[in-house]
């Protein structure tokens, strides 16, 4: 799960680690009010939404009076702001963070990140840090220290040298920035976190280190123990269609393709995604129902897939396991009766029941198109959504 700049900073504030003063706005005039209890001009006006690249974007900009900041307030809230992770749609502005300027003598980047591969916590972190951070990675990743954390022992005083030192930072600055970052691991432990980013982390001409910006994402699987961080959620920055399948435990991602599929495992979609791939068509979703599906569980998946209004066909790959090929066709059958279903669906089944699952399709009086084996089934609703 991903939160705005300013929910972040409320944790960073929480957890010690140093921030801008500032507060969000709604409104052209409640960012003028919040302007006016910062008392002192430049103050950064930065519309909030859950994308990177809004400075580039004209989302972050400069304000040296309230007429500036009743202006840019106005412009900001209700734009579309397009950045490179928004694509070309872009994203909705209903707030900005109204914030203090700073005398800044450098940007740097700091994250922390789990390792999967070598099961440990990483703290990294660049001098180059700023709206080009991704060029840095790409062209100069020698530029970009890493520093990997045994999760067991937890950040020690030496993992924060290590770090404070590959950043060049100013001796001054090594004290407050050791505090900081011991901080910042303790935030992302406690709140079981997929990603910590600050970019940029910048030192200030009083030689002081603050979070000039903040990024969190969450791991979905670990909300349930963190009812205080659910609340932070937005729907109105998700998916409709995945805030809907959420309702009923679906694993569901929306895709640009026009091929609709229902499969059981992950790892079974993933490579259903790519054989409909190579068969020339496009996925149009991952929508895994999982292995415990249930029969209405399978009907909301099918629902989910029929609202989308590019999907001109659909795949469905299940095998039968704990999810019982009969349960997925009583699914199908039922969300097909409700929906009025106008177009082709193609069933590869196999598994537990499977005789079972094809009588209830076969009586159901769909129109249906079976197939032996996935690479068929591929192939046939690429076919037919290429028609």
Do not use: W
């Not at 992770?85 to 990140?113: A, D, F, M, W």
């Not at 001054?172 to 992302?188: C, D, G, H, P």
């Not at 629902?303 to 795949?315: A, T």
């Amino acid at each position: 799960m991903k939160i705005h700049e300013y929910q972040a900073k409320e944790l960073f504030k929480k957890y010690g680690v140093p921030i801008p003063e500032g507060r969000v706005a709604f409104s052209p005039d409640e960012a003028v009010g919040i302007a006016k209890s910062l008392a002192e001009y430049p103050v950064v006006v930065k519309a909030q939404i859950h994308a990177g690249g809004r400075g580039k974007g004209g989302g972050v900009k400069l304000a040296q009076s309230e007429s500036e900041v009743q202006s840019v307030a106005d412009q900001m809230i209700g734009m579309e702001l397009v950045t490179h992770q928004t694509g070309p749609q872009g994203r909705r502005v209903t707030k900005v963070l109204v914030e203090q300027g700073l005398n800044i003598e450098k940007e740097l980047y700091l994250s922390i990140i789990p390792d999967r591969s070598i099961a440990k916590i990483v703290v990294m972190a660049s001098e180059a840090g700023g709206m080009d951070i991704e060029e840095v990675a790409a062209e100069t990743p020698e530029k970009i220290v890493k520093v990997p954390v045994n999760p067991l022992q937890g950040i020690q005083a030496y993992h924060c040298r290590e770090v404070a030192f590959g950043l060049n930072l100013p001796p001054a600055a090594i004290k407050s920035f050791v505090a900081m970052l011991k901080n910042l691991y303790r935030l992302f432990v406690d709140n079981d976190c997929s990603l910590v980013e600050i970019n940029p982390l910048v030192i200030t001409a009083e030689e002081t280190v603050i979070a000039l910006d903040a990024k969190i994402n969450f791991d979905d699987n670990a909300l349930f123990r963190h009812k205080d961080i659910a609340e932070y959620r937005d729907p109105d920055e998700e998916d409709p269609l995945e805030v809907e399948a959420s309702k009923y435990n679906l694993n569901y991602i929306n895709l640009d393709g026009n091929v609709g599929n229902m499969v059981n495992g992950a790892g079974l979609a993933m490579a259903t995604m790519d054989l409909i791939k190579q068969a020339g068509a496009e996925p149009a979703n991952f929508l895994d129902v999982g292995g415990g599906a249930s029969a209405e569980m399978v009907e909301n998946g099918f629902k989910i897939i029929l609202s989308d209004p590019n999907v001109k066909g659909i795949l469905i790959n299940i095998f039968g396991g704990i999810l019982r090929c009969d349960v997925l066709a009583e699914g199908v059958v039922k969300a097909a009766q409700k929906t009025n279903i106008s177009f082709p669906v193609v069933v590869r089944m196999e598994g537990t029941n499977i005789e079972e699952g094809r009588r209830i399709l076969a009586e159901s009086g769909l129109q249906l198109t079976t197939a032996v084996d996935l690479k068929d089934a591929a192939q046939k609703v690429a076919e037919i959504v290429q028609a």
